[in-house]
């Protein structure tokens, strides 16, 4: 019933930008952190950012802090990753999460998140 559904993604110039959504059904969205992981061919999945369920704290990988920047709208019950500057090193399949872990803070590691989408392929060309 739980269904977080990418979108956005495609092919970018080093040093241009790409907006990436994800909207959530099936959930009580405000219940959960949602967050943003990526994932390059052969590569393990790796952490990007995170929001909390009202939006007041953001979390961020050091490779896309001042770079990437995570929002939510809770009544249209999605979150975006809004990217600048990208880099060929961003290149990966972005995946959205949601997470029902309490605590004071976001979480980073992929085994607190209960739910993920698909992906959408981000390519960034040098």
């Known amino acids: 019933q739980v269904q977080l559904v990418e979108s956005g993604g495609g092919l970018v110039q080093a040093g241009g930008s790409l907006s990436v959504s994800c909207a959530a059904s099936g959930l009580t969205f405000m219940s959960y952190v949602m967050g943003w992981f990526r994932q390059a061919p052969g590569k393990e999945r790796e952490f990007v950012a995170a929001i909390s369920r009202s939006g007041g704290t953001t979390e961020y990988a050091d490779s896309v802090k001042g770079r990437f920047t995570i929002f939510r709208d809770n009544p249209k019950n999605t979150v975006a990753l809004q990217m600048n500057s990208l880099k060929p090193e961003d290149t990966a399949v972005y995946y959205c999460?949601?997470?029902?872990?309490?605590?004071?803070?976001?979480?980073?590691?992929?085994?607190?998140?209960?739910?993920w989408g698909q992906g959408t392929q981000v390519t960034v060309s040098s």
């Open positions: 999460a949601a997470s029902s872990l309490l605590g004071w803070g976001v979480p980073r590691r992929t085994s607190n998140y209960d739910y």
